[in-house]
C-alpha cells in the first residue's frame, strides 16, 4: 500500500511542479507569505486554523517534517491539502496529543494521503470510534511507535532538538492532562506545544519551559496558563488555536490578558486564520494568513506590537466610521475591540454601514464586542 501512496504522491508533485512552472515562471515569490515552502536552513511553523481544534505543521531545517495533531475529523483534508501544496509527501513525526476528537480527529485522513514514519502518542485510551479508527490506521500504515512521555526525545541533532516535557504522570481518567507536552528548540529559539495540558500538567513539569513561542494549553480555557507557569515561559509570542465564537468562551480574557501582561503578543486562529512563524535559529519572524509579516527580536517586540495594534492608519486616520471589518474573517468590530490589535492592516476596512446591512454581504458581528 506504501508503494502505490509513494508512486501516487510523486506523479501528483510533478504534476503540481508543471502546473507551478507554467503558471508561476516569471515570480518565485507569489505565493502568500505564509504558504511558502520553508527555505534551507529555516524552521517553518505553520499554526492552521482548524475551528475549535489543534495543528501544527513543521517544516524542521533539514527537510524532515512534523504534524501536531490535526483538528476534528472534517479538517483532515483541510491539514493533508495544506501539507501538500507546501510539496510534501512524507511526515517524519507525527505527534498525537491526546486523544480527544478535536485534536486527532483529522489524523486518519493524514495517514492516508502521506506516508508517515514515526508516530508519538502518550499512554491514553479512549472508546471512541475516531480514535480507533486513528489506531487502525496507524497500524496499517506500519509507522514507528513510540509512547509520548517526560523526557522522551524525538530529535537530537545539533542544533534542533525535540523533547517531551509531559505527560508526567497521566492518569487514564483525566485525557487533558495525559497531553504530550512537547519542547522544540533550533539555536536560540525555542517554540513550546502545550495540546491541552492544563495546571496539574503545568505544576508537574520541572523541566525548562522558557520559550520564545508558546502554542497555549486547552485553547486558552482558564484551566491552564496558570500564572507561575506563564511567567515560567515568559515568551514573545503566545499563539492561541481557537474556534471563532466558539460555545466554550475560549479564549478566556483573563488568560489572554496573563499572556500580554507577561510581555507576549497573543495570536489567534480565530482571527488571523492559520499562523506561521520562521526562524533561522537566531531571530524569528510572524505573518498570517493575509502576509503581514514583522522580523522581530527581542528589542524589536515592540515595534512589531505597535505595527499590529494600530487599528488606524494612513488616509484612513481620521476618517469617520462606526465599524472596522475584517475581510479575511467576515467580522464586524468596534474600533476599540481588542480584536482589531491583532489584524493585519491588509485586511481592515473602514464603514458606517449599520450592521444588518453588513450581515446581508455576509459578515457576522465580534464575539468579543458585540456590535449593534
Not at 117 to 139: C, E, G, H, Q
Request: glycine share 8%.
Amino acid at each position: 500500500m506504501m508503494k502505490f501512496k509513494r508512486l501516487a504522491a510523486v506523479c501528483s508533485a510533478l504534476l503540481m511542479a508543471l502546473l507551478c512552472a507554467c503558471s508561476v515562471s516569471a515570480d518565485s515569490d507569489s505565493a502568500p507569505v505564509s504558504q511558502q515552502k520553508a527555505k534551507d536552513g529555516e524552521l517553518a511553523v505553520h499554526f492552521l486554523d482548524v475551528g475549535q481544534g489543534d495543528s501544527e505543521f513543521i517544516e524542521l531545517p533539514g527537510g524532515e517534517t512534523m504534524l501536531i495533531d490535526a483538528g476534528e475529523q472534517e479538517y483532515g483534508k483541510t491539514v493533508s491539502d495544506y501539507i501538500s501544496s507546501l510539496g510534501y509527501s512524507e511526515i517524519t513525526y507525527l505527534v498525537a496529543t491526546h486523544p480527544h476528537s478535536d485534536h486527532i480527529g483529522g489524523l486518519p485522513e493524514v495517514l492516508d494521503t502521506f506516508d508517515v514514519l514515526n508516530v508519538y502518542m502518550p499512554d491514553a485510551d479512549s472508546s471512541s470510534a475516531i480514535y480507533s479508527s486513528f489506531l487502525d490506521k496507524v497500524d496499517a500504515e506500519g509507522c514507528t511507535v513510540s509512547q509520548a512521555a517526560q523526557s522522551v526525545s524525538v530529535i537530537a541533532d545539533g542544533e534542533v532538538t525535540a523533547q517531551f516535557l509531559a505527560p508526567c504522570s497521566p492518569d487514564p481518567d483525566d485525557l487533558n492532562n495525559a497531553s504530550a507536552v512537547l519542547k522544540l528548540t533550533y539555536g536560540e529559539v525555542s517554540f513550546l506545544f502545550m495540546g491541552d495540558a492544563e495546571e496539574v500538567s503545568e505544576q508537574e513539569i520541572t523541566a525548562d519551559v522558557s520559550a520564545d513561542v508558546v502554542k497555549v494549553g486547552h485553547h486558552g480555557s482558564d484551566t491552564s496558563s496558570s500564572q507561575g507557569f506563564v511567567n515560567r515561559v515568559s515568551p514573545q509570542y503566545a499563539v492561541i488555536e481557537v474556534g471563532a465564537e466558539n460555545a466554550y468562551g475560549h479564549p478566556n480574557a483573563d488568560v489572554v490578558a496573563r499572556w500580554q501582561n507577561a510581555g507576549a503578543q497573543v495570536l489567534r486562529t480565530d482571527l488571523l486564520g492559520n499562523i506561521v512563524i520562521r526562524s533561522d535559529g537566531t531571530a524569528v519572524s510572524v505573518a498570517d494568513s493575509s502576509d503581514a509579516v514583522s522580523e522581530t527580536t527581542g528589542e524589536e517586540d515592540a515595534a512589531f506590537t505597535q505595527m499590529t495594534g494600530a487599528a488606524e492608519s494612513g488616509a484612513q486616520k481620521d476618517a469617520q466610521y462606526t465599524y472596522v471589518l475584517n475581510t479575511s474573517s467576515k467580522k464586524i468590530h468596534m474600533p476599540d475591540c481588542s480584536a482589531v490589535s491583532s489584524m493585519a492592516d491588509s485586511n481592515k476596512e473602514y464603514t458606517s454601514e449599520s450592521v444588518s446591512e453588513l450581515e446581508k454581504k455576509g459578515y457576522t458581528p465580534c464575539g468579543i464586542c458585540d456590535p449593534e
